[in-house]
T-cell receptor, first 113, second 113 residues
Framework: QKEVEQNSGPLSVPEGAIASLNCTYS??????FFWYRQYSGKSPELIMS????GDKEDGRFTAQLNKASQYVSLLIRDSQPSDSATYLC?????????????FGKGTKLSVKP | KAGVTQTPRYLIKTRGQQVTLSCSPI?????VSWYQQTPGQGLQFLFE???????NKGNFPGRFSGRQFSNSRSEMNVSTLELGDSALYLC????????????FGDGTRLSIL
Protein backbone atom coordinates (compact mmCIF):
# COMPACT_ATOMS: atom_id res chain seq x y z
CA GLN A 1 0.00 0.00 0.00
CA LYS A 2 1.59 3.21 -1.16
CA GLU A 3 1.35 5.88 1.51
CA VAL A 4 2.06 9.53 2.03
CA GLU A 5 2.36 10.68 5.62
CA GLN A 6 2.00 14.18 7.00
CA ASN A 7 1.74 15.57 10.49
CA SER A 8 -1.91 16.60 10.79
CA GLY A 9 -1.12 19.59 12.98
CA PRO A 10 -2.40 22.08 13.64
CA LEU A 11 0.89 23.86 13.15
CA SER A 12 0.74 27.32 14.62
CA VAL A 13 3.32 29.99 13.76
CA PRO A 14 3.41 33.74 14.38
CA GLU A 15 3.11 36.15 11.49
CA GLY A 16 6.47 36.71 9.81
CA ALA A 17 7.94 33.39 10.95
CA ILE A 18 8.99 30.43 8.81
CA ALA A 19 6.50 27.58 8.61
CA SER A 20 7.97 24.15 7.93
CA LEU A 21 5.75 21.39 6.61
CA ASN A 22 6.97 17.83 6.19
CA CYS A 23 5.93 14.78 4.22
CA THR A 24 7.26 11.25 3.84
CA TYR A 25 6.28 8.71 1.20
CA SER A 26 6.60 4.97 1.02
CA UNK A 27 7.05 4.20 -2.69
CA UNK A 28 10.68 4.54 -3.77
CA UNK A 29 9.79 4.82 -7.46
CA UNK A 30 7.79 8.02 -6.95
CA UNK A 31 8.98 10.67 -9.39
CA UNK A 32 6.77 13.75 -9.08
CA PHE A 33 5.99 15.63 -5.91
CA PHE A 34 3.47 18.38 -5.34
CA TRP A 35 2.26 20.69 -2.62
CA TYR A 36 -1.33 21.87 -2.70
CA ARG A 37 -2.98 24.45 -0.46
CA GLN A 38 -6.61 24.01 0.47
CA TYR A 39 -8.63 26.68 2.19
CA SER A 40 -11.63 25.56 4.20
CA GLY A 41 -14.54 24.78 1.88
CA LYS A 42 -12.41 25.19 -1.25
CA SER A 43 -10.64 22.83 -3.62
CA PRO A 44 -6.88 22.15 -3.58
CA GLU A 45 -4.71 24.72 -5.33
CA LEU A 46 -1.27 23.81 -6.66
CA ILE A 47 1.50 25.88 -5.11
CA MET A 48 4.69 23.93 -5.81
CA SER A 49 5.94 20.97 -7.81
CA UNK A 50 9.39 19.37 -7.49
CA UNK A 51 10.96 16.50 -9.38
CA UNK A 52 14.69 16.48 -8.53
CA UNK A 53 16.62 16.24 -5.29
CA GLY A 54 17.39 19.58 -3.71
CA ASP A 55 15.58 22.84 -3.23
CA LYS A 56 13.16 24.70 -5.47
CA GLU A 57 12.18 28.25 -4.61
CA ASP A 58 9.14 30.23 -5.75
CA GLY A 59 8.60 33.51 -3.98
CA ARG A 60 8.09 32.86 -0.27
CA PHE A 61 7.82 29.10 -0.86
CA THR A 62 10.67 26.59 -0.96
CA ALA A 63 10.14 22.91 -1.65
CA GLN A 64 12.84 20.45 -0.64
CA LEU A 65 13.15 16.88 -1.92
CA ASN A 66 15.35 14.07 -0.65
CA LYS A 67 14.60 10.88 -2.56
CA ALA A 68 17.09 8.80 -0.57
CA SER A 69 15.20 9.62 2.61
CA GLN A 70 11.82 9.63 0.82
CA TYR A 71 11.13 13.03 2.26
CA VAL A 72 9.56 16.21 0.90
CA SER A 73 9.16 19.47 2.74
CA LEU A 74 7.69 22.91 2.18
CA LEU A 75 9.02 26.05 3.80
CA ILE A 76 6.94 29.20 3.89
CA ARG A 77 8.97 32.29 4.70
CA ASP A 78 7.47 35.47 6.16
CA SER A 79 4.23 33.60 6.93
CA GLN A 80 1.05 35.64 6.60
CA PRO A 81 -2.41 35.06 8.11
CA SER A 82 -3.59 34.44 4.54
CA ASP A 83 -1.33 31.37 4.48
CA SER A 84 -3.60 29.74 7.07
CA ALA A 85 -4.91 26.65 5.29
CA THR A 86 -4.42 22.91 5.02
CA TYR A 87 -1.36 21.92 3.01
CA LEU A 88 -1.55 18.66 1.10
CA CYS A 89 1.49 16.72 -0.04
CA UNK A 90 0.92 14.61 -3.16
CA UNK A 91 3.14 12.04 -4.80
CA UNK A 92 2.82 10.63 -8.28
CA UNK A 93 4.49 7.79 -10.11
CA UNK A 94 5.07 8.05 -13.80
CA UNK A 95 4.69 5.19 -16.16
CA UNK A 96 3.07 1.85 -15.76
CA UNK A 97 -0.43 1.92 -14.33
CA UNK A 98 0.21 4.13 -11.33
CA UNK A 99 -0.21 7.59 -12.74
CA UNK A 100 -2.56 8.88 -10.09
CA UNK A 101 -1.75 11.25 -7.25
CA UNK A 102 -1.50 9.83 -3.74
CA PHE A 103 -2.27 12.46 -1.13
CA GLY A 104 -1.32 12.82 2.46
CA LYS A 105 -4.12 13.82 4.81
CA GLY A 106 -2.73 17.31 5.08
CA THR A 107 -1.20 19.59 7.68
CA LYS A 108 -3.36 22.41 8.99
CA LEU A 109 -1.35 25.62 9.28
CA SER A 110 -2.47 28.54 11.40
CA VAL A 111 -0.58 31.84 11.15
CA LYS A 112 -1.30 34.10 14.11
CA PRO A 113 -1.22 37.91 13.60
CA LYS B 1 -7.60 30.08 -19.97
CA ALA B 2 -10.63 28.61 -18.23
CA GLY B 3 -10.01 26.23 -15.37
CA VAL B 4 -11.57 22.89 -14.60
CA THR B 5 -15.34 23.22 -14.41
CA GLN B 6 -17.48 20.91 -12.31
CA THR B 7 -21.25 20.80 -12.21
CA PRO B 8 -23.32 20.90 -10.19
CA ARG B 9 -21.64 22.54 -7.21
CA TYR B 10 -24.06 21.11 -4.69
CA LEU B 11 -26.34 18.09 -4.66
CA ILE B 12 -28.69 16.62 -2.10
CA LYS B 13 -29.86 13.07 -2.64
CA THR B 14 -31.44 10.31 -0.61
CA ARG B 15 -30.23 6.81 0.01
CA GLY B 16 -30.73 4.45 -2.90
CA GLN B 17 -30.77 7.14 -5.58
CA GLN B 18 -28.11 7.59 -8.20
CA VAL B 19 -26.21 10.70 -9.22
CA THR B 20 -24.13 11.91 -12.17
CA LEU B 21 -21.44 14.53 -11.81
CA SER B 22 -19.82 16.36 -14.69
CA CYS B 23 -16.31 17.69 -15.27
CA SER B 24 -14.93 19.79 -18.12
CA PRO B 25 -11.12 19.85 -18.07
CA ILE B 26 -8.81 22.70 -18.94
CA UNK B 27 -8.65 23.13 -22.70
CA UNK B 28 -5.98 20.83 -24.13
CA UNK B 29 -5.93 18.54 -21.11
CA UNK B 30 -6.73 14.94 -22.00
CA UNK B 31 -6.35 13.30 -18.61
CA VAL B 32 -9.16 13.60 -16.09
CA SER B 33 -9.00 12.14 -12.60
CA TRP B 34 -11.70 11.95 -9.94
CA TYR B 35 -11.17 12.08 -6.19
CA GLN B 36 -13.40 11.76 -3.15
CA GLN B 37 -12.61 13.93 -0.15
CA THR B 38 -14.03 13.29 3.30
CA PRO B 39 -12.87 14.64 6.69
CA GLY B 40 -11.88 11.20 7.90
CA GLN B 41 -10.21 9.71 4.83
CA GLY B 42 -8.82 12.77 3.12
CA LEU B 43 -8.45 12.78 -0.65
CA GLN B 44 -8.88 9.36 -2.19
CA PHE B 45 -8.38 8.50 -5.84
CA LEU B 46 -11.40 7.13 -7.69
CA PHE B 47 -10.31 6.75 -11.31
CA GLU B 48 -8.47 8.36 -14.19
CA UNK B 49 -9.51 8.68 -17.82
CA UNK B 50 -7.32 9.45 -20.79
CA UNK B 51 -8.52 9.53 -24.39
CA UNK B 52 -11.87 8.03 -23.40
CA UNK B 53 -10.23 5.04 -21.68
CA UNK B 54 -10.04 4.31 -17.97
CA UNK B 55 -6.33 3.98 -17.28
CA ASN B 56 -6.30 3.65 -13.54
CA LYS B 57 -8.80 2.86 -10.81
CA GLY B 58 -8.79 3.30 -7.07
CA ASN B 59 -10.21 1.02 -4.44
CA PHE B 60 -13.88 1.91 -4.60
CA PRO B 61 -16.91 -0.37 -5.13
CA GLY B 62 -18.44 -0.88 -8.55
CA ARG B 63 -21.23 1.56 -7.66
CA PHE B 64 -18.75 4.24 -8.65
CA SER B 65 -18.22 4.49 -12.38
CA GLY B 66 -17.16 7.03 -14.92
CA ARG B 67 -16.63 7.78 -18.54
CA GLN B 68 -14.91 10.27 -20.77
CA PHE B 69 -16.13 11.73 -24.02
CA SER B 70 -14.20 12.56 -27.18
CA ASN B 71 -13.95 16.22 -26.11
CA SER B 72 -12.26 15.07 -22.85
CA ARG B 73 -15.25 16.00 -20.71
CA SER B 74 -15.89 13.37 -18.07
CA GLU B 75 -18.80 12.19 -16.00
CA MET B 76 -18.86 10.23 -12.80
CA ASN B 77 -21.84 8.17 -11.70
CA VAL B 78 -22.66 6.77 -8.29
CA SER B 79 -25.52 4.31 -8.05
CA THR B 80 -27.47 3.11 -5.02
CA LEU B 81 -26.25 5.99 -2.88
CA GLU B 82 -25.26 5.33 0.72
CA LEU B 83 -24.92 7.77 3.61
CA GLY B 84 -21.15 7.26 3.49
CA ASP B 85 -21.03 8.64 -0.03
CA SER B 86 -21.52 12.14 1.34
CA ALA B 87 -18.34 13.91 0.36
CA LEU B 88 -16.69 16.52 -1.80
CA TYR B 89 -16.04 15.04 -5.23
CA LEU B 90 -13.14 16.64 -7.04
CA CYS B 91 -12.11 16.43 -10.64
CA UNK B 92 -8.58 17.22 -11.76
CA UNK B 93 -7.09 17.50 -15.23
CA UNK B 94 -3.61 17.42 -16.67
CA UNK B 95 -1.97 17.26 -20.06
CA UNK B 96 -0.84 13.67 -19.65
CA UNK B 97 0.09 11.25 -16.93
CA UNK B 98 3.71 12.27 -16.74
CA UNK B 99 5.39 14.98 -14.76
CA UNK B 100 2.74 17.61 -15.18
CA UNK B 101 0.69 18.55 -12.10
CA UNK B 102 -3.05 18.11 -11.87
CA UNK B 103 -5.33 21.10 -11.56
CA PHE B 104 -8.54 20.80 -9.60
CA GLY B 105 -12.04 22.06 -10.18
CA ASP B 106 -14.12 23.58 -7.39
CA GLY B 107 -15.75 20.22 -6.67
CA THR B 108 -19.27 18.94 -6.19
CA ARG B 109 -20.51 18.74 -2.62
CA LEU B 110 -22.78 15.68 -2.39
CA SER B 111 -24.98 15.22 0.65
CA ILE B 112 -26.96 12.03 1.21
CA LEU B 113 -30.01 12.20 3.46
Amino acid sequence: QKEVEQNSGPLSVPEGAIASLNCTYSDRVSQSFFWYRQYSGKSPELIMSIYSNGDKEDGRFTAQLNKASQYVSLLIRDSQPSDSATYLCAVRNYGGSQGNLIFGKGTKLSVKP
Amino acid sequence: KAGVTQTPRYLIKTRGQQVTLSCSPISGHRSVSWYQQTPGQGLQFLFEYFSETQRNKGNFPGRFSGRQFSNSRSEMNVSTLELGDSALYLCASTTDRGYQPQHFGDGTRLSIL
